[in-house]
Each structure stands twice: as structure tokens, then as C-alpha cells.
């Protein structure tokens, strides 16, 4: 079957420190990666995607892989904001009928 | 453009009462999701049409959910009777017609069922 495992949270860091929430996945065939967030208040917005094994999705700072070895698409960023408060989501989907498998969402506080 | 809009962000109803949920999509979208999210779990699909059309509703959890779009413009998601275990943040998503087409999310409906 198809289904995404993201790290549980919540996760509390200092502003300017490094974020990694990770996420692996199953599916048959090879679908498209996706992270989401949600800020408070807002519906989920797409971050990054990625189509393919090796491309690297990349938005704001934040940077994920497509890993097909290790099943995984890992959500990084260097230095992380106040502002990147919010609930982080992994996805995958294909390109047809667009039917998306989420995670749990990971919930990330940052802290002055 | 504008974006989806959900309608009532929160609802709180008791056990066994009616409720209905309403998603505007992007207008021109042909594609209308609707997701939930149970209290700390993963955003689970429930269905998806096109247009006016149920393209897959596999996801609907039981009969006491029922979802219509009529005229292919606006949906309506409705619980009747609804159960505690009901309770979630029920999203709507839409997207132009068409493959690698990207979701928009609306803010989602927060059902508590007392």
C-alpha cells in the first residue's frame, strides 16, 4: 500500500538553528513528494515537490531530496525563523487522479 | 483569484445532529477533494470529483457522510448522524483540469462532536 511516516513532534527550536523533520515513505510506483505547511489559522500551502528520484525540491530556504534508495524525503533548512512556526506535512501522489497520501504533520515552534 | 473558501471554520454540534460543510473551489476548477484530519493523525482522503461527478469516493468513511456537487460549482459535505469519532478539521482542495495540476487548500472546517 501506499502511506507516508513523518517524524512525531512537536519540535521547539531556537530561531537561526538548523531544522530536519524527517519523512519515508511506501508506495508502488513512483509518485511524486510533496511537503505542506499550515500556519496558523491558513489552510495547507505546498512548500517544495519533487517529481522524481535525485531532484531536490526547494522553497524558501527549505530544501528536500528525493531519495528512491532510502524511501525518504527529508525536510531540511539552515537557519530557521520565527516565522516558520507552523504544521509541516509530507505527502506523495501521482500525476494521475491526483489522490495524495499524507503524513501526521510535524508542528514546529520557533522561539526567539 | 480568489482562493477555496470553507464554510463554517468551526462547528460544534452534538452527537447525532446534522451538519453540513461547504467548500467553494477556485473558480474554473473541475477537480473538488475533500480530506480530514482526525486529532493528530494524517490528512486522509475521502473523495474527489469532477466537475459534478464523483471521480472516487473510496476514501468515505461510512453511509452517514454524504457529498454533492451540484452544477459542478460548489460542494457540500454532510454528516448526519454524526458520532464523536467524527470529530476532526475537514479540508477541501481543488485544481484545474489535467495531470501534475497543483492543489490549493482551503483553511479547513474544525467539527467538534460532543
Given amino acids: 500500500?501506499?502511506?507516508?511516516?513523518?517524524?512525531?513532534?512537536?519540535v521547539t527550536l531556537s530561531e537561526e538553528a538548523f531544522l530536519t523533520i524527517n519523512c519515508t515513505y511506501t508506495a508502488t510506483g513512483y509518485p511524486s513528494l510533496f511537503w505542506y505547511v499550515q500556519y496558523p489559522g491558513e489552510g495547507l500551502q505546498l512548500l517544495l515537490k519533487a517529481t522524481k528520484a535525485d531532484d531536490?525540491?526547494?522553497?524558501?530556504?527549505f530544501e528536500a531530496t528525493y531519495r528512491k534508495e532510502t524511501t525518504?524525503?527529508?525536510?531540511?533548512?539552515?537557519?530557521?525563523?520565527?516565522?516558520?512556526?507552523?504544521?509541516?506535512?509530507?505527502?506523495?501522489?501521482?500525476?494521475?487522479g491526483n489522490q495524495f497520501y499524507f503524513g501526521t504533520g510535524t508542528s514546529l515552534t520557533v522561539i526567539p | 483569484e480568489a482562493g477555496v473558501t470553507q464554510f463554517p471554520s468551526h462547528?460544534?454540534?452534538?452527537?447525532?445532529?446534522?451538519?453540513?460543510l461547504r467548500c467553494d473551489p477556485i473558480s474554473g476548477h473541475d477537480n473538488l477533494y475533500w480530506y480530514r484530519r482526525v486529532m493528530g493523525k494524517e490528512i486522509k482522503f475521502l473523495l474527489h470529483?469532477?466537475?459534478e461527478s464523483k471521480q472516487d469516493e473510496s476514501g468515505m468513511p461510512n453511509n452517514r457522510f454524504l457529498a454533492e456537487r451540484t452544477g459542478g460549482t460548489y460542494s457540500t459535505l454532510k454528516v448526519q448522524p454524526a458520532e464523536l469519532e467524527d470529530s476532526g478539521v475537514y479540508f477541501c482542495a481543488s485544481s484545474r483540469e489535467g495531470n501534475n495540476s497543483p492543489l490549493h487548500f482551503g483553511n479547513g472546517t474544525r467539527l467538534t462532536v460532543t
Fill in chain 2, 49 to 51: 470529483f469532477v466537475k
Fill in chain 1, 72 to 96: 525518504s524525503f527529508h525536510l531540511e533548512k539552515g537557519s530557521v525563523q520565527v516565522s516558520d512556526s507552523a504544521v509541516y506535512f509530507c505527502a506523495l501522489g501521482w500525476n494521475t
Fill in chain 1, 56 to 61: 531536490k525540491g526547494s522553497n524558501k530556504g
Fill in chain 1, 1 to 10: 500500500g501506499n502511506s507516508v511516516t513523518q517524524m512525531e513532534g512537536p
Fill in chain 2, 11 to 20: 462547528s460544534v454540534i452534538e452527537k447525532g445532529q446534522t451538519v453540513t
